[in-house]
């Protein structure tokens, strides 16, 4: 999904949201969607300490009774020890029965229930009568938003208002950077960058990465589509991060407002990307308006958990202090909370900035223009060079605006725990004067030379990727000694694991499937969070596309097996090897900035246009967030466990598997939790480069105009991301008294 003492700035892309306190204090029993965020790996952090502590008190008794006495009889300390011994195996016998117990009890009713359904029920797929067409309705509805969107009331005077502020307020952006010039821009991109880092060392290096990011944008003739999507970014953070602050404030103020909005907050996390376009096209049309709003509700959660977060964790003894000087409540808000939260909002700021420029990518599909309309644009016609010419701003872009976050965190933190504040010109207030009176003289430089980029100064590089992309598939698509070629593995998993998995799925009676799903879900929860999990998949297939839900779920399934078993493998070296994880973190670094779109360039390019594309995408996309929760996770094993482990002769591979791995169980549920939320984003999205099923439906449904197809098709995803973060995130059960 961070370590609890230093939050990480540069989290995934289905970026890292924070979680509650525990499952049990979620309204419905279940347990919150568990996300790479802050608070949920805090917590993950705290379940692997809790269990290393116990683990190492096990080890602890057993070298004491073994070091004891040599004549074997020991002392009041080994007798006690063995007592104790004696307890807990009578305790695990007891365990060991009620859960034979369980099993059988559940067996018998899986048993029971088996045999009804195929008396009853027979095989088959969904039957028909079971479904409920929306298609029509929601069709109807769109036809009137169309005819009604210029007379009715509600359109003239609310909405049509919101759509052309929105409107209203990119262009005014748009046109500022646009009247800035080249000159002005770049200028306020380095120096702001800059002064947010510090004007120091660090702060120089932030800044060379906003020259070069905002320079390659020109060269590669992107200057334009850049300023657009830097214009609906600004807006759309801006909106983002003033709801998320209020919304925090009001969940860190009130423990009823935040009981109320956790489910809330869960259940938005769950949601792909794709499921936030379909409502706001159906009122507002393809445009600027949907894309900025669908954007803003997407980017915000982060921002109001992470506030919510710092105004909770405020140290006491501040407050305590504050009221003890006769502070009343919104002079500790203003004096001590809102002070003492302002890294976790800054990390919050962060998260939004990510996911905000992840949105307005996806927002192309819409109708948002910019970077994201050129990638779209380019992957329609298997265009990898044009696809790439606008893919590395974006990339650019992310890493320019996580680094300068990154840093203004770090600095903001270094300057709390300081003695004393510094003063000078480059300090304070100053500072940002200086920063502002460059950029207004670099704008009127621009202004003398022209605004726009030289058209000397650009390069196109369609031409030499494309020809590149010829020469790799024509080299190593087939015919390559012994490993075969990507065709060669892009059919071979296809055929021996997509095909036969999709099939298995689609070829199970309907009620058997409900079956298996209640009892994965009973296994690793509660009752409800079984009914949860199988309502959700029977609502695919009342929504009428069973099938394709379960094409979908064959893509999840496969694409997850192989990120799980690539992410805890390499966790595992870095977190064994140093080296190895010092060689891989510019990489992940670099990978968890990119937005969804980026990874459908290279997989197209070099596996073609098909499923197995798609799938290869998925698992690039996540594999960074299971590798790190990965090596974290084992990492934060208890020295004491992993020393009396050693000291009892145990070899490395017994450690890892005996020690190591068990105590890292709340950490790698984690990462197979948040595998499953970014496979799923990004399985959806690979219906533009062949993925088909439902992904396919979305696409189709936004590029065409026909709301019921991809209304449909997005509430199944969002069925099936609910079902699969019920099947993955265990539940802590009420123990009875």
């Known amino acids: ?117 195929a008396w009853f029920l027979g095989g088959g797929a969904w039957p028909a009568g079971l479904t409920v067409d929306l298609s029509t309705p929601l069709d109807a509805a769109n036809t009137w938003v169309l005819d009604n969107r210029d007379t009715h009331p509600v359109f003239l005077y609310f909405l049509l208002h919101l759509s052309n502020t929105a409107t209203d307020a990119v262009d005014a952006v748009y046109q500022l950077l646009a009247a800035m010039g080249w000159p002005g821009v770049l200028a306020a991109a380095v120096l702001f960058a800059w002064r947010a880092a510090g004007f120091d060392r660090r702060g120089a290096r ?250 000397g100064w650009t390069y196109d590089i369609s031409a030499p990727v494309n020809r590149a992309q010829d020469w790799v598939v024509d080299h190593f698509s087939s015919g390559v000694p012994v490993v075969g070629g990507t065709e060669v593995w892009s059919e071979a998993f296809t055929v021996w694991l997509l095909n036969p998995l999709r099939d298995a799925l689609q070829g199970l009676p309907w009620w058997a499937l409900l079956l298996v799903v209640a009892v994965l879900a009973r296994l690793v929860g509660t009752w409800r969070t079984a009914l949860t999990a199988t309502v959700a998949l029977a609502a695919t297939g009342v929504l009428g596309v069973w099938t394709q839900s379960l094409d979908t779920l064959s893509q999840v399934v496969a694409a997850l097996a192989v990120t799980l078993v690539l992410g805890v493998l390499v966790g595992v070296a870095c977190a064994r090897l140093g080296w190895v994880e010092r060689w891989l973190r510019p990489v992940l670094d670099t990978l968890q900035t990119l937005p969804q779109f980026v990874y459908l360039i290279p997989v197209v390019a070099l596996f073609g246009v098909s499923r197995a594309a798609a799938i290869i995408a998925a698992v690039v996309y996540a594999l960074p967030a299971v590798i790190r929760i990965t090596t974290q996770g084992i990492r934060e094993v208890d020295p004491a466990a992993m020393e009396a482990a050693r000291s009892m002769g145990a070899s490395p591979r017994q450690q890892l598997f005996q020690v190591q791995l068990p105590l890292a169980r709340p950490a790698l549920q984690l990462a197979v939790n948040q595998g499953v939320v970014l496979v799923l984003a990004v399985v959806v999205v690979g219906g533009l480069v062949g993925g088909g099923a439902l992904g396919y439906d979305v696409v189709k449904g936004l590029s065409r105009g026909e709301m019921g197809v991809g209304v449909t098709a997005g509430l199944a995803i969002v069925c099936l991301g609910l079902v699969l973060d019920r099947l993955t995130q265990p539940t802590a059960r009420t123990p009875k008294h």
Not at 24 to 41: K, L, N, Q
Not at 268 to 276: E, R
Not at 393 to 408: F, G, H, K
């Open 206 to 455: 932030v800044a060379a990465t906003a020259l070069g990011a905002f320079a390659v944008c020109g060269l590669l003739g992107m200057w334009d589509a850049t300023l657009l999507t830097i214009a609906l970014m600004v807006v759309a953070v801006a909106l983002a991060a003033l709801l998320g602050v209020v919304i925090g404030l009001a969940a860190g103020l009130s423990d009823r407002v935040d009981r109320l909005l956790r489910p809330v907050l869960d259940t938005m996390q769950v949601l792909p990307a794709f499921a936030y376009l379909l409502p706001f096209v159906l009122v507002f049309g393809t445009g600027t308006p949907a894309a900025l709003f669908c954007t803003v509700i997407y980017a915000a959660p982060p921002m109001a958990r992470l506030t919510a977060l710092g105004l909770r964790s405020a140290d006491p003894g501040v407050l305590e202090a504050s009221v003890s000087l006769g502070a009343g409540r919104r002079q500790r808000l203003w004096t001590a909370r809102l002070p003492l939260a302002r890294r976790q909002m800054l990390l919050g700021l962060n998260q939004t900035i990510m996911m905000a420029l992840s949105m307005v990518v996806i927002a192309a599909l819409v109708g948002a223009g910019g970077l994201g309309e050129e990638v779209y644009s380019a992957l329609s016609t298997v265009d990898v060079g044009k696809a790439l010419a606008a893919g590395i701003p974006i990339v650019l872009i992310a890493i320019w605006l996580d680094r300068t976050t990154a840093a203004a965190g770090d600095r903001l933190g270094a300057a709390d725990s300081a003695p004393g504040g510094r003063a000078g010109l480059l300090h304070g207030r100053s500072a940002w004067a200086l920063a502002a009176a460059g950029t207004l003289a670099a704008t009127l430089v621009g202004l003398a030379l022209g605004t726009r980029w030289p058209k």
């Open 1 to 117: 999904m961070t370590p609890t003492t230093a939050p990480n700035h540069n989290p995934p892309n289905k970026p890292p949201l924070p979680h509650g306190p525990s499952p049990a204090d979620t309204p419905d029993g279940t347990a919150p969607a568990a996300s790479p965020g802050a608070v949920t790996r805090s917590s993950g952090a705290k379940a692997v300490n809790g269990r290393d502590a116990q683990a190492s008190g096990v080890v602890g008794a057993g070298s004491r009774v073994r070091g004891g006495s040599p004549s074997g009889t020991g002392g009041p300390a080994i007798a006690g020890a063995r007592s104790s011994d004696a307890k807990a195996a009578d305790g695990r016998d007891a365990g060991a029965s009620g859960a034979v117990r369980r099993w059988g009890v559940l067996g018998g009713v899986v048993v029971v229930l088996g045999v009804l359904g």
